[in-house]
C-alpha cells in the first residue's frame, strides 16, 4: 500500500473523516487556510504512523478509489 505526500493529498480529498489538526490557527504564518496543500491525512486527528487511520478509512479509501 502506498504511503506517501501524493496519496495523502489524495485520500483525504475523498474522506468524510478528515479533521485538520488546527497547530496553525493563531501562529500569523500565511499556512491557515484550511484547504488545498494542507488536506492529507498527515495533518488529520485521526492521522496514526503504522497504520495511517486509526480508524481504517485510508486503506480502504486507496482501495476503493485506485490510489
Ligand atoms: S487519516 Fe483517516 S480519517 Fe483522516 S483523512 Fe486520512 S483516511 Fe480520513
Redesign the pocket.
Known amino acids: 500500500m502506498k504511503k506517501d505526500a501524493k496519496t ?1 493529498h489524495e ?2 480529498e475523498r ?1 468524510t ?3 485538520p489538526i488546527e497547530e496553525c490557527k493563531n501562529c500569523g504564518c500565511s499556512n491557515s487556510t484550511s484547504s488545498g496543500e494542507n488536506v492529507s ?1 498527515k495533518s ?4 496514526e504512523p503504522d497504520k ?4 481504517d ?2 486503506k480502504e ?1 486507496v482501495t476503493n478509489h485506485n490510489l
Open positions: 495523502f485520500v483525504a474522506c473523516r478528515f479533521s491525512c488529520c486527528r485521526h492521522y495511517v487511520c486509526t480508524l478509512l485510508y479509501i
